[in-house]
T-cell receptor, first 112, second 117 residues
């Protein structure tokens, strides 16, 4: 699976939008973009995924660049409970049931 | 509710003893589960892939005789840390994937914090 690059940390204020960037310049045509997050002292949880089009769900939105070499996870209104490490992971469509390789992720802190 | 359950959530053991961690998929069958280890302020590091009914596949650098994995049923995988030492103290996390309609989502246990004294 191709590599991703994320900022080590970001800060946000409560109830403001947060844009978490991810670069994946070596993405292949069959790679899905997945986002997981890990709250303190817990296992990771799924946030969102996409291939080419922007995606929305109850947790977040995913904006994917036209060339797919970068993407942005958008939390529309950050809450204190959104403080976590966010991981952007590429996963080949032919390896959907396979292992996830985690990078360093972005540690998001949310200030009241 | 939790889809993947891990037990125990926290364990303290003496150096030289063995510790078993259980990972269960609660409402689906998982032929494959994964075990990760996470040190403080670091990312998750994949240790091994647990395969139901066959031997586990270990990542490079992970000692298979020290970290014994058993996947005897479609809903249970266990990780046994043998002859534990203080440097084995870490946060151990398991995961299993569930697929629907071409998309598979990875579900993670709540993690087990192991402290070896």
């Amino acid at each position: 699976d191709a590599k991703t690059t994320q900022p080590n940390s970001m800060e946000s204020n409560e109830e403001e939008p947060v844009h978490l960037p991810c670069n994946h310049s070596t993405i292949s045509g069959t790679d899905y973009i997945h986002w997981y997050r890990q709250l303190p002292s817990q296992g990771p949880e799924y946030v969102i995924h996409g291939l080419t089009s922007n995606v929305n769900n109850r947790m977040a939105s995913l904006a994917i660049a036209e060339d797919r070499k970068s993407s942005t996870l958008i939390l529309h209104r950050a809450t204190l409970r959104d403080a976590a490490v966010y991981y952007c992971i590429l996963r080949d469509v032919n390896n959907q049931g396979g292992k996830l390789i985690f990078g360093q992720g972005t540690e998001l802190s949310v200030k009241p | 509710g939790a889809v993947v359950s891990q037990h125990p959530s926290r364990v303290i053991c003496k150096s030289g003893t063995s510790v078993k961690i259980e990972c269960r998929s609660l409402d689906f069958q998982a032929t494959t589960m994964f075990w990760y280890r996470q040190f403080p302020k670091q990312s998750l590091m994949l240790m091994a892939t647990s395969n139901e009914g066959s031997k586990a596949t270990y990542e490079q650098g992970v000692e298979k005789d020290k970290f014994l994995i058993n996947h005897a049923s479609l809903t249970l995988s266990t990780l046994t840390v043998t002859s534990a030492h203080p440097e084995d103290s870490s946060f151990y996390i398991c995961s299993a994937t569930r697929g629907e309609g071409g998309f598979t989502e990875a579900f993670f246990g709540q993690g087990t914090r192991l402290t070896v004294v």
